[in-house]
């Protein structure tokens, strides 16, 4: 995974990014944590988080089943058109 930071003049602010390698046999969804639920004052994310999955070297039309559970964000892809690539 990779931060891409950049200055909006109030607030650093940045992208992340992951190449995955899809093994749709695997049923279980990614888990990333991200404190976006306060925690005695902690707070990674104050603004928010926006989330977007796509195809990195093809075009597919991926429909990731994302949810929060607290400050974990879970992504499960179960396209199997989509296995072998990477998102």
Do not use: C, R
């Amino acid at each position: 995974m990779l931060f891409f930071p950049f200055d909006d003049g109030d607030t650093i602010a940045g992208t992340f990014q992951a190449d995955i390698h899809l093994d749709t046999t695997i049923t279980a969804p990614t888990v990333i944590h991200a404190q976006v639920v306060e925690n005695e004052g902690i707070n990674w994310y104050p603004y928010g988080v926006d989330i977007t999955v796509h195809s990195l070297y093809e075009t597919y039309d991926v429909k990731p089943v994302i949810t929060w559970n607290g400050n974990d964000l879970t992504i499960l892809i179960n396209q199997d058109i989509l296995d072998g690539k990477t998102i």
